[in-house]
């Protein structure tokens, strides 16, 4: 296990009850940053995905696992922590849920999508993880993935002294299963990185967005509608195996 996956882990582990927590009952109608900003920009790139074969890269509870069988996709799924996986199962028993690696995907199967929403950043590895990705994937498939936008993470620290070009390791302030606050790791990449990596790799891109709040939200978030209508917080990819 290479030392980012053994780092969100741990974190994952002082976390993963309030984050599921905070997504499906401090917030039952939606919070702001995936199901109004992040959620809503991934499902214009999935499209009509009925009767595909998913697989939800980095899974963690399994929220997006029930907007993909909604959508009427065969879902399958993992992630990196036994403990995210834990509410994940409980709630899905009746899909193929697996602990596994993002450097060596648990499944030798081949897949019609694999979606990865907001996880691609806790690994440095992006040439290791796309190798694995176009292994699970047919030829003509897509890979889905949602990061934070490169230009506007590191901009926001401008004034602790953040580099686009040259930080690689950043961390946010996150709430821990007791309530109490801990930091949350992540691997920046610049989108000549991204760009480049993704070339490198044998895909090329068929569309992106930059992640902008759906109406809703003016209503229920309206200091976080006015921020992020203004600058985008996450960017959204979609990306075919050549």
């Known amino acids: 296990m290479k030392k980012d996956e053994g780092e969100a ?3 994952y582990a002082k976390s993963f009850e309030a984050y599921h927590h905070w997504r499906t009952k ?3 109608k939606g919070w702001f940053y995936n199901d109004y900003l992040e959620v809503p920009a991934v499902n214009e790139l999935l499209g009509d995905i009925r009767g595909k074969k998913v697989l939800d890269f980095g899974c963690g509870t399994g929220i997006y696992i029930k907007i993909l ?3 009427g996709a065969i879902v399958k799924g993992f992630d990196i922590s036994n403990d995210m996986l834990s509410i994940a ?3 899905n028993p009746q899909l193929d849920l697996r602990q596994g690696s993002g450097y060596d995907i648990p499944f030798r199967e081949k897949f019609d999508i694999v979606l990865a929403s907001l996880v691609v950043h806790y690994l440095s590895d992006w040439n290791k993880m796309f190798q694995e990705i176009a292994r699970v994937l047919r030829k003509g498939g897509y890979f889905v993935f949602s990061t934070g936008n490169p230009v506007v993470g590191t901009v926001k620290k401008r004034d602790q002294g953040a580099n686009y070009f040259h930080d690689k390791k950043v961390s946010v302030g996150w709430k821990d299963n007791d309530g ?3 930091r949350m790791y992540y ?3 610049t989108y000549e990185e991204i760009i480049r990596t993704i070339i490198k790799n044998g895909f090329e891109i068929v569309d992106y967005r930059d992640c902008f709040p759906i109406r809703r939200a003016k209503k ?3 200091k ?3 921020r992020y209508s203004k600058e985008p917080l996450f960017s959204a990819w979609k990306i075919k195996k050549k």
Do not use: C, D, L, T
């Open 9 to 11: 882990i741990r974190q």
């Open 26 to 28: 401090e917030n039952p």
């Open 69 to 71: 069988i909604k959508k």
């Open 89 to 91: 199962r409980k709630e």
């Open 180 to 182: 109490g606050e801990m």
């Open 187 to 189: 691997y920046h990449k």
């Open 220 to 222: 229920n978030f309206p």
């Open 224 to 226: 976080e509608y006015e």
